[in-house]
Structures are given as structure tokens and as C-alpha cells.
């Protein structure tokens, strides 16, 4: 079994910067993608970032493009969202994931993509 586990939420205001953590442990002895999906109040979670193994390969949701850089230390077991420029929008609980078979040759773009979820760390972003 995998276990995820988030930090770096925080109540930030428009325009500051966070850098979100998620260390894995766990039956990890094969390669993995991993991702970043928010889910604010009312909404369904959609991702917005998404890692292959490697890290060669990206997937970002148009809104965050240019912001919100994925990126991960395999040596540490850990993936990254540094959150640049944000927005109340933004503000949500974001969960990382993974995906654990496909080798992590692929990016997974849905949330039926990933089998493991972490508990999420709040983000929330005054104007």
C-alpha cells in the first residue's frame, strides 16, 4: 500500500507564492506518475499537474500553465507544486496522487488515471 502525505498549504493573499510537498512511502518499489488535483467547495476534483516518472513529461490545465510547475526528487520520494502568482481562485484543498502501474512511462491527466490519494493540505488565497 501507498501512503501520501501533503504540506506547504497555507492562507496566503493574490500574487504570493506556495510550494506544496508530497512524500510517498510505502509498497513503492515500482515507478510511479504523480499529480496535483484541487477540489474547492462544491466542485468536483479535476488535476492541474501531472509528472511521469522520469520527470520529462508534463501535463498542466490551461488555467495554470506558466504558474504552477510540477516537479519531483525520486531519490527523496517526494513531487513538488510550486504555486506562482495566485489567485482566490486557486483556493481549494489539493490532494496528490499516483499512479502506480503503467511503469510511469505515462502522464495521467484524469483523476481516474491515479489509485492512491494523500488527505490534501488546504490553500486558500485572499484577494
Known amino acids: 500500500q501507498v501512503e501520501l502525505v501533503e504540506s506547504g498549504g497555507g492562507l496566503v493573499q493574490a500574487g504570493a507564492s506556495l510550494r506544496l510537498s508530497c512524500a510517498v512511502s510505502g509498497r513503492t518499489c515500482t515507478r510511479y506518475s504523480m499529480g496535483w488535483i484541487p477540489q474547492a467547495p462544491g466542485e468536483e476534483r479535476e488535476s492541474v499537474a501531472a509528472?511521469?516518472?522520469?520527470?520529462?513529461?508534463?501535463y498542466y490545465a490551461d488555467h495554470v500553465k506558466g504558474r504552477f510547475p510540477i516537479s519531483r526528487e525520486n531519490s527523496k520520494s517526494t513531487v513538488y507544486l510550486q504555486m506562482n502568482g495566485l489567485k482566490p481562485e486557486d483556493t481549494a484543498v489539493y490532494y496528490c496522487?499516483?499512479?502506480?502501474?503503467?511503469?510511469?512511462?505515462?502522464?495521467?491527466?484524469?483523476?481516474?488515471?491515479?489509485?492512491?490519494w494523500g488527505q490534501g493540505t488546504q490553500v486558500t488565497v485572499s484577494s
Open positions: 496522487a499516483v499512479k502506480t502501474t503503467g511503469l510511469g512511462l505515462h502522464v495521467p491527466r484524469t483523476i481516474a488515471d491515479f489509485d492512491s
Open positions: 509528472i511521469n516518472w522520469i520527470g520529462d513529461h508534463t
